[in-house]
């Protein structure tokens, strides 16, 4: 195969495989699994030969300047490299946690034509073919998530209006962006910051963070955790969503606009990344849900890379891909071993859980390795990454690093009360589980959250190799400007800053923990500390939900636009015809065969004419 | 040229053959439904026969001399022949669906040669080119959307149908006030004549408001939309046939005949007219989240989407025309598709009222998945064949018009989101309010997954419908290279 192929066969093959599923059926699991393993082994092959390769291939598609063009370069190759990992992880994963579940095909397939449109998508290069599988995606969004628990479509309905409505703002954004530039092939566009190209970058912008996940955007994140089946959770609001979403950020900041360090889109970006670490990471520091409580931090981290792309500065930049694969990988990590939680626990309620460390030791040793790294302990993947951002936002204003730092102690708090009451303290477990005993998960689940973790643990001691080969060949040596931000960080405030905030998590853990008696409770003094008490309330209840309150605004609005349609409508039912009578009526009136009536009417008119003559 | 006898043919195959109809029922009603078949497809037919030779440019036409500039003029340009094909083939898939649809009721008879009627000169309105011969066509499709709004024959819904003609009808003597100020002004009611004459002179902006107000009381756009969501009485193929292929579709065209080919607007209406159908566009999308009705929902939808098609239309560039062109396919495939799945379930659950249903995936999946679809058509989600209408309506709205225009529509876009959602929602998903029903007549579903299926493959292969749209907009817009 040639380059061109292979670079589409990404796109064909899990394209054919996923419609081809959809024709397997659920007796024949084992040939739906090693279809959904035989076609991401095949792509994550594929991507792997792929990687440093350089091309760019274009045919006229749709006309008017829309081509179906296509780019590989060190940044796309990176991309694609990590889903097809995670989507081999994933097809690994499944193949045991599937079994039995009546919804099995359908998952496949979505998934593989998911994987498809998530290709397409990193390869494109033209801005309309990029929408094309990037709003594509919603098709299969909507299908993932509705084939979960019963009422699971009010969740996927929910998702689809809320990514749909920023992809219509993305359509707009490319659209200007394509008018402006008067082109739309994305290696040919670099415009500068001013007012209408602003205005393009906000709803581009707009459309690459709700697809990562970060606030407003977020609040079906948390639903679909608890209603839609768990492997999607791992796979797509964990890794591929942040991938897709922080590589066209990524793309939008340096390559379609000239961003810089200390203009308005940079501090912009810094704001919602850090609004988006501290709010969601305290929604996840009281779920009392093992998948809930991982969805949160999903949202959270996602603050983080936004964060560093947005401090536009290399070290942040570098940062925020850095903390970008990491995250995908401790993330997905984390939600493995919260569905290898349900499937042998079967449930995931933190409140029926406990002890399970000792059924589950290969589980929990995964788990502890994803906690720190998602907590930043070093040295694993976590620290790195997150010192690089916080060492490019401190440069670019002490609140950032603050907010940034925040969150750091929140989310080793909360991964020590879920530790700890998943795994540790009285077990409690054969309950939820019907009162069978709990046993470790089979080995294909395993295997991925291993590997995982692993990763975890060499990208944070070896960090120079992801540095090194796959982040900064991918933003090239102008960016760059001669520095590497390989091995060990040197800055002795910022990593003693750090560590202080682990230990002062472990110290709250602790004293939680005396002061109420259970891991469970262990940040119930933050929870119900006088003033957050009654914010936590109102969260709970969804008052603060961007989407609800979206929504009641829209009823709003289409309450108005009905009276407006039915007082329209008033005109032509009542009043025209109430009009037409009362005129016939008085017409009428008019001829009452009296012969002076008549007789007055003909001197009026004389009189009239009289009048227009002499004018 | 041999091609000329095509548009005759186009014109009066269903138009002659609509007459017999009632004729061949009173043998067999078989014998019937298929020979109304063939006459739609033999208009679909003969124009796809046409499209290659008016997207290069040599156009059949017709002319005959008449006196005082009534000319018997037909002409097949690109517009034209697009416009004959999308109505006539959505009109040969509504006219199958209802073999099984319009068994169940009387005076079928009336029906087929009602719809025959309305195709046929449907295709005499597109292909004529002069104003008395259009005018005549637009009062046939108006006598006929009234007797079948008016179908069924209670009192209620004829006093509907009543409504449909006198607004549409009033418009439409707006329009012929405006006509008759042109030709005044132009010395005729040739298209062609007028087109020369108008390069030299201004336009009269008197004749444009009329003309104007005869378009939006046929295409139900404010402040003439309310008689379309009350039309929904009708049987459901003709609502289908009123909002996919025929009726409100005939003010779009005419709009792009008469204001992009023949006499393209002054700037200042080129803020107006997107202006009223932005605002028509939102307050019909508003209701269309409010209202219960499933027909009168969809209804809604249409004055909404037609809304898009003007503002694509009145952007006068390349894309936006293209852009409107392809919404006008894919709108209709798609709206086809919604109203005969509308129809179905009304016709099973004899019930409208959305609030009253739900769960019906079980029972009906094919109907459910066709309705989605053709949904996510409308809302414009790739790959199907609406993102493609939209995202260039969109555009060219960017490159010509005011930002606040463009903003103004993307809030229908998130309303058109949100109504299609609820409805789908209520009526397929979450608990089932109404007891058993059945999957209807599997003639009816084709009908509907066919529909379904062109929407999504209209996306799939969009390089040769935009290739068509695109050639057609360049004619309109006289850039051909």
Same mark, same amino acid.
């Given at each position: 195969?040639?380059?061109?192929e292979?670079?589409?066969?990404?796109?064909?093959?899990?394209?054919?495989?996923?419609?081809?599923?959809?024709?397997?059926?659920?007796?024949?699991?084992?040939? +739906?699994?090693?279809?959904?393993?035989?076609?991401?082994?095949?792509? =994550?092959?594929?991507?792997?030969?792929? =990687?440093k390769?350089?091309?760019?291939?274009?045919?006229?598609?749709?006309?008017?300047?829309?081509?179906?063009?296509?780019?590989?370069?060190?940044?796309?190759?990176f991309?694609?490299?990590?889903?097809?990992?995670?989507?081999?992880?994933?097809?690994?994963? %499944?193949?045991?946690?599937?079994?039995?579940?009546?919804?099995?095909?359908?998952?496949?397939?979505?998934?593989?034509?998911?994987?498809?449109?998530?290709?397409?998508?990193?390869?494109?290069?033209?801005?309309?073919?990029?929408?094309?599988?990037?709003?594509?995606?919603?098709?299969?969004?909507?299908?993932?998530?509705?084939?979960?628990?019963?009422?699971?479509?009010?969740?996927?309905?929910?998702?689809?209006?809320? $990514?749909?409505?920023?992809?219509? %703002?993305?359509?707009?954004?490319?659209? *200007?962006?394509?008018?402006?530039?008067?082109?739309?092939?994305?290696?040919?566009?670099?415009?500068?910051?001013?007012?209408?190209?602003?205005?393009?970058?906000?709803?581009?912008v707009?459309?690459?963070?709700?697809?990562?996940?970060?606030?407003? =955007?977020?609040?079906?994140?948390?639903?679909?955790?608890?209603?839609?089946?768990?492997?999607?959770?791992?796979?797509?609001?964990?890794?591929?969503?942040? *991938?897709?979403?922080?590589?066209?950020?990524?793309?939008i %900041?340096?390559?379609?606009? +000239?961003?810089?360090?200390?203009?308005?889109?940079?501090?912009?970006?810094?704001?919602?990344?850090?609004?988006?670490?501290?709010?969601?990471?305290?929604?996840?520091?009281?779920?009392?849900?093992?998948?809930?409580?991982?969805?949160?931090h999903?949202?959270?981290?996602?603050?983080?890379?936004?964060?560093?792309?947005?401090?536009?500065?290399?070290?942040?930049?570098?940062?925020?891909?850095?903390?970008?694969?990491?995250?995908?990988?401790?993330?997905?990590?984390?939600?493995?071993?919260?569905?290898?939680?349900?499937? +042998?626990?079967?449930?995931?309620?933190?409140?029926?859980?406990?002890?399970?460390?000792?059924?589950?030791? $290969?589980?929990?040793?995964?788990?502890?390795?994803?906690?720190?790294?998602?907590?930043?302990?070093?040295?694993?993947?976590?620290?790195?990454?997150?010192?690089?951002?916080?060492?490019?936002?401190?440069?670019?204003?002490?609140?950032?690093?603050?907010?940034?730092? @925040?969150?750091?102690?929140?989310?080793?708090?909360?991964?020590?009360?879920?530790?700890?009451?998943?795994?540790?303290?009285?077990n409690?477990?054969?309950?939820?589980?019907?009162?069978?005993?709990?046993s470790?998960?089979?080995?294909?689940?395993?295997?991925?959250?291993?590997?995982?973790?692993?990763?975890?643990?060499?990208?944070?001691?070896?960090?120079? @190799?992801?540095?090194?080969?796959?982040?900064?060949?991918?933003?090239?040596?102008?960016?760059?400007?001669?520095h590497?931000?390989?091995?060990?960080?040197?800055?002795?405030?910022?990593?003693?800053?750090?560590v202080?905030?682990?230990l002062?998590?472990?110290?709250?853990?602790?004293?939680?923990?005396?002061?109420?008696?259970?891991?469970?409770?262990?940040?119930?003094?933050?929870?119900y500390?006088?003033?957050?008490?009654?914010?936590?309330?109102?969260?709970?209840?969804?008052?603060?939900?961007?989407?609800?309150?979206?929504?009641k605004?829209?009823?709003?609005?289409?309450?108005?636009?009905?009276?407006?349609?039915?007082?329209?409508?008033?005109?032509?039912?009542?009043?025209?015809?109430?009009?037409?009578?009362?005129?016939?009526?008085?017409?009428?009136?008019?001829?009452?065969?009296?012969?002076?009536?008549?007789l007055?009417?003909?001197?009026?008119?004389?009189?009239?004419?009289?009048?227009?003559?002499?004018? | 040229?041999?091609?000329?006898?095509l548009?005759?043919?186009?014109?009066?195959?269903?138009?002659?053959?609509?007459?017999?109809?009632?004729?061949?029922?009173?043998?067999?009603?078989?014998?019937?439904?298929?020979?109304?078949?063939?006459?739609?497809?033999?208009?679909?037919?003969?124009?796809?026969?046409?499209?290659?030779?008016?997207?290069?440019?040599?156009?059949?036409?017709?002319?005959?001399?008449l006196?005082?500039?009534?000319?018997?003029?037909?002409c097949?340009?690109?517009?034209?022949?697009?416009?004959?094909?999308?109505?006539?083939?959505?009109?040969?898939?509504?006219?199958?669906?209802?073999?099984?649809?319009?068994?169940?009721?009387?005076?079928q008879?009336?029906? !087929?040669?009602?719809?025959?009627?309305?195709?046929?000169?449907?295709?005499? &309105?597109?292909?004529?080119?002069?104003?008395?011969?259009?005018?005549?066509?637009?009062?046939?499709t108006?006598?006929?959307?009234?007797?079948? #709004?008016?179908?069924?024959?209670?009192?209620? !819904?004829?006093?509907?149908?009543?409504?449909?003609?006198?607004?549409?009808?009033?418009?439409?003597?707006?329009?012929?006030?405006?006509?008759?100020?042109?030709?005044?002004?132009?010395?005729?009611?040739?298209?062609?004549?007028?087109?020369?004459?108008?390069?030299?002179q201004?336009?009269?902006?008197?004749?444009?408001?009329?003309?104007?107000?005869?378009?939006?009381?046929?295409?139900?756009?404010?402040?003439?939309?309310?008689?379309?969501?009350?039309?929904?009485?009708?049987?459901?193929?003709?609502?289908?046939?009123?909002?996919?292929?025929?009726?409100?579709?005939?003010?779009?065209?005419?709009?792009?005949?008469?204001? #992009?080919?023949?006499?393209?607007?002054?700037?200042?209406?080129?803020?107006?007219?997107?202006?009223?159908a932005?605002?028509?566009?939102?307050?019909?999308?508003?209701?269309?989240?409010?209202?219960?009705?499933?027909?009168?929902?969809?209804?809604?939808?249409?004055?909404?989407?037609?809304?898009?098609?003007? &503002?694509?239309?009145?952007?006068?560039?390349?894309?936006?025309?293209?852009?409107?062109?392809?919404?006008?396919?894919?709108?209709?495939?798609?709206?086809?598709?919604?109203?005969l799945?509308?129809?179905?379930?009304e016709?099973n659950?004899?019930?409208?009222? #959305?609030?009253?249903?739900?769960?019906?995936?079980?029972?009906?999946p094919?109907?459910?998945?066709?309705?989605?679809?053709?949904?996510?058509?409308?809302?414009?989600?790739?790959?199907?064949?609406?993102?493609?209408?939209?995202?260039?309506?969109?555009?060219?709205?960017?490159?010509?018009?005011?930002?606040?225009?463009?903003?103004?529509?993307?809030?229908?876009?998130?309303?058109?989101i949100?109504?299609?959602?609820?409805?789908?929602?209520?009526?397929?998903?979450?608990?089932?309010?109404?007891?058993?029903?059945?999957?209807?007549?599997?003639?009816?579903?084709?009908?509907?997954?066919?529909?379904?299926v062109?929407?999504?493959?209209?996306? &799939?292969?969009?390089?040769?419908?935009?290739?068509?749209?695109?050639?057609?907009?360049?004619?309109? &817009?006289?850039?051909?290279?």
């Open positions: 195969m040639n380059l061109l292979s670079t589409l066969a990404l796109i064909v093959i899990p394209l054919i495989a996923g419609v081809g599923a959809l024709f397997i059926s659920n007796r024949w699991q084992r040939a +739906q699994s090693a279809l959904a393993l035989m076609a991401t082994l095949v792509s =994550f092959f594929i991507t792997i030969i792929l =990687f390769h350089n091309f760019i291939y274009s045919i006229p598609w749709a006309g008017l300047g829309i081509n179906f063009s296509i780019r590989l370069d060190h940044l796309s190759a991309i694609l490299l990590s889903t097809g990992f995670f989507a081999l992880s994933l097809a690994i994963y %499944c193949s045991v946690f599937l079994k039995d579940k009546n919804y099995a095909r359908q998952f496949y397939s979505y998934l593989l034509l998911s994987l498809a449109m998530v290709n397409g998508a990193i390869l494109a290069n033209n801005l309309v073919l990029l929408l094309f599988f990037w709003e594509g995606l919603l098709l299969t969004l909507f299908g993932l998530i509705s084939i979960g628990n019963p009422d699971a479509f009010k969740t996927a309905t929910k998702a689809f209006i809320i $990514i749909g409505i920023s992809d219509l %703002c993305l359509m707009i954004g490319i659209g *200007l962006t394509g008018f402006i530039a008067g082109t739309l092939t994305m290696s040919a566009i670099n415009l500068a910051l001013d007012v209408p190209a602003g205005l393009a970058f906000i709803l581009l707009i459309g690459a963070i709700a697809k990562s996940g970060c606030m407003p =955007f977020h609040s079906w994140i948390p639903d679909a955790a608890l209603d839609a089946p768990l492997p999607f959770m791992a796979f797509f609001p964990a890794a591929v969503e942040k *991938l897709l979403g922080i590589y066209f950020l990524t793309r %900041c340096l390559q379609l606009f +000239q961003m810089q360090a200390a203009g308005w889109a940079g501090i912009t970006l810094m704001t919602v990344g850090a609004i988006t670490i501290v709010l969601a990471v305290l929604m996840a520091l009281i779920q009392k849900d093992y998948k809930k409580l991982l969805s949160y999903a949202i959270s981290q996602v603050g983080y890379m936004i964060l560093g792309i947005g401090t536009g500065v290399p070290a942040g930049i570098v940062g925020g891909l850095f903390h970008m694969v990491n995250n995908a990988l401790y993330k997905s990590c984390l939600f493995f071993t919260g569905g290898a939680v349900e499937k +042998q626990a079967g449930s995931t309620n933190l409140e029926k859980l406990g002890g399970l460390g000792k059924a589950m030791p $290969i589980t929990f040793a995964c788990f502890i390795v994803a906690a720190v790294s998602i907590s930043g302990v070093p040295p694993f993947n976590g620290f790195f990454s997150k010192e690089l951002i916080y060492d490019a936002a401190l440069e670019r204003g002490t609140i950032f690093y603050l907010a940034a730092i @925040l969150g750091s102690f929140f989310t080793a708090a909360s991964f020590l009360k879920l530790g700890h009451a998943a795994f540790l303290g009285k409690q477990t054969a309950a939820a589980n019907g009162g069978n005993a709990v470790e998960a089979p080995w294909p689940m395993l295997l991925p959250m291993l590997v995982i973790a692993l990763l975890c643990i060499i990208f944070g001691i070896f960090n120079y @190799l992801p540095i090194k080969h796959l982040i900064e060949p991918a933003l090239g040596e102008k960016l760059l400007e001669g590497s931000f390989a091995g060990f960080h040197a800055n002795v405030l910022l990593v003693s800053m750090t202080v905030v682990l002062g998590a472990l110290l709250n853990h602790w004293l939680g923990v005396r002061a109420s008696g259970s891991g469970l409770k262990a940040v119930d003094h933050i929870h500390a006088p003033g957050l008490k009654q914010i936590y309330a109102g969260a709970e209840k969804k008052y603060f939900d961007p989407y609800d309150i979206g929504l605004l829209a009823h709003w609005v289409a309450t108005a636009a009905f009276w407006a349609d039915r007082a329209v409508d008033w005109f032509y039912d009542k009043f025209s015809v109430g009009a037409a009578v009362a005129f016939g009526q008085g017409i009428r009136r008019a001829h009452n065969g009296s012969y002076v009536t008549y007055a009417w003909i001197l009026v008119g004389a009189l009239l004419m009289v009048t227009y003559l002499c004018w | 040229m041999k091609s000329n006898w548009v005759w043919l186009i014109i009066f195959t269903p138009i002659v053959g609509a007459f017999l109809l009632p004729i061949l029922g009173n043998f067999s009603k078989i014998l019937r439904n298929w020979f109304a078949l063939v006459l739609a497809l033999v208009s679909f037919i003969l124009s796809l026969i046409l499209l290659p030779s008016a997207l290069s440019g040599q156009f059949a036409t017709i002319q005959r001399l006196p005082l500039g009534f000319n018997f003029t037909f097949a340009d690109g517009l034209a022949v697009f416009m004959a094909l999308v109505s006539s083939f959505i009109s040969a898939i509504i006219i199958f669906y209802s073999f099984d649809y319009i068994d169940h009721y009387e005076n008879n009336e029906y !087929y040669c009602m719809v025959l009627l309305f195709m046929g000169s449907m295709m005499g &309105l597109v292909y004529s080119g002069n104003l008395i011969f259009l005018y005549v066509f637009w009062e046939i108006a006598l006929t959307s009234w007797r079948l #709004i008016g179908f069924f024959r209670d009192k209620e !819904y004829v006093i509907k149908a009543d409504k449909a003609f006198l607004v549409t009808v009033f418009g439409a003597l707006l329009m012929l006030v405006g006509f008759m100020l042109l030709a005044q002004q132009c010395g005729s009611f040739d298209l062609s004549t007028i087109k020369e004459a108008l390069k030299t201004p336009l009269s902006g008197l004749a444009v408001l009329l003309i104007l107000a005869g378009i939006f009381s046929k295409s139900a756009t404010l402040p003439f939309q309310t008689w379309l969501p009350d039309a929904g009485v009708a049987p459901s193929p003709v609502t289908a046939l009123l909002h996919a292929a025929v009726l409100v579709k005939i003010g779009v065209y005419v709009f792009a005949r008469l204001f #992009i080919v023949v006499m393209p607007l002054s700037q200042f209406w080129h803020v107006v007219v997107p202006a009223i932005g605002l028509s566009a939102l307050i019909a999308a508003g209701a269309a989240l409010i209202d219960t009705n499933l027909k009168r929902i969809i209804a809604f939808s249409t004055i909404s989407q037609i809304g898009f098609i003007f &503002l694509g239309l009145a952007c006068g560039n390349v894309i936006g025309v293209t852009g409107a062109l392809l919404y006008i396919l894919m709108h209709g495939l798609a709206k086809g598709g919604l109203f799945c509308a129809g179905i379930v016709q659950t004899h019930s409208k009222d #959305i609030t009253k249903m739900g769960g019906l995936i079980k029972t009906m094919w109907t459910a998945m066709a309705f989605l679809f053709c949904a996510f058509s409308i809302m414009g989600i790739p790959p199907l064949g609406g993102f493609f209408a939209k995202f260039m309506v969109m555009t060219g709205s960017v490159y010509s018009q005011p930002l606040y225009i463009t903003l103004l529509f993307l809030c229908s876009a998130f309303f058109t949100l109504y299609l959602f609820r409805v789908f929602n209520l009526v397929f998903l979450g608990n089932n309010l109404i007891g058993p029903v059945k999957e209807g007549s599997k003639l009816m579903v084709a009908c509907v997954v066919l529909l379904a062109l929407s999504f493959s209209g996306g &799939l292969l969009i390089k040769y419908p935009a290739d068509v749209a695109r050639t057609v907009a360049q004619q309109m &817009l006289g850039t051909v290279k």
